[in-house]
């Protein structure tokens, strides 16, 4: 059974601080998916991490993958506020399409 | 502007009855998933279709829970009878497989639906 886990689970930082959120998973994967969910709304399309050592970045945001550790780290710079949500990573198997594989998601806070 | 559309948005109703959620995926997409989101659970997979089939329900309740694709513009999640346990937001998301397919195996999710089970 493949199994995703995130950690931190819950991150409460200052605005301007870095950080890094950390995606472990079980399985063979040559991809990775990031999203972003915030409160009462949808699951929002980050990043897609298709290949060992794509590297994709988004203003304040960088997502990386080490498919041979089976990692994947979203990188926080400077938050803000705006970045305050809950962020999922996802794995698709390599023998599974695209059938997605969450991880339990991080809750960032970012505080003024 | 494309998107999965989801109805209805939120329902509340009494233990026992049947709910029908519905979902229209993005056109030309051909996979379809159903996913539940609780908070001691997180987001697990209902049901997997691709190209109207169903190709996985494993983490489908097969008792009362039924998914089906009548036509590729139209998935639906039955309920019946429904529980307070199901209590849940329910999402449908819809992709392209893999590169092979053009797609890069992403998926979009509608706003899901809201179930409270009294």
């Known amino acids: 059974e493949l199994k995703v886990e995130q950690n931190p689970l819950f991150l409460s930082m200052q605005e301007g601080k870095n950080y890094t959120i950390y995606c472990n998973y079980s399985?063979?994967?040559?991809?990775l998916y990031w999203y972003r969910q915030d409160p009462g709304k949808s699951l929002e399309s980050l990043f897609v991490l298709l290949s060992n050592g794509a590297v994709k970045q988004e203003g304040r945001l960088m997502a990386s993958l080490d498919t041979k550790a089976r990692l994947s780290t979203l990188h926080i710079t400077a938050a803000v506020h705006d970045l305050s949500a809950t962020y999922f990573c996802?794995?698709?198997?390599?023998?599974?399409?695209?059938?997605?594989?969450f991880g339990g998601g991080t809750r960032l806070m970012v505080k003024p | 502007d494309a998107r999965v559309t989801q109805t209805p948005r939120h329902k509340v109703t009494e233990m026992g009855q049947e709910v029908t959620m519905r979902c229209q995926p993005i056109l030309g997409h051909n996979t379809v998933f159903w996913y539940r989101q609780t908070m001691m659970q997180g987001l697990e997979l209902l049901a997997y279709?691709?190209?109207?089939?169903?190709?996985?329900d494993s983490g489908m309740p097969k008792d009362r829970f039924s998914a089906e694709m009548p036509d590729a513009t139209l998935a639906t999640l039955k309920i019946q009878p429904s529980e307070p346990r199901d209590s849940a937001v329910y999402f449908c998301a819809s992709g392209l497989p893999t590169l092979k397919d053009r797609g890069a195996g992403e998926l979009f999710f509608g706003e899901g639906s809201r179930l409270t089970v009294l």
């Open positions: 279709f691709r190209n109207r089939a169903p190709l996985d």
């Open positions: 399985t063979t994967s040559d991809r």
């Open positions: 996802a794995v698709a198997p390599w023998n599974a399409g695209n059938m997605l594989t």
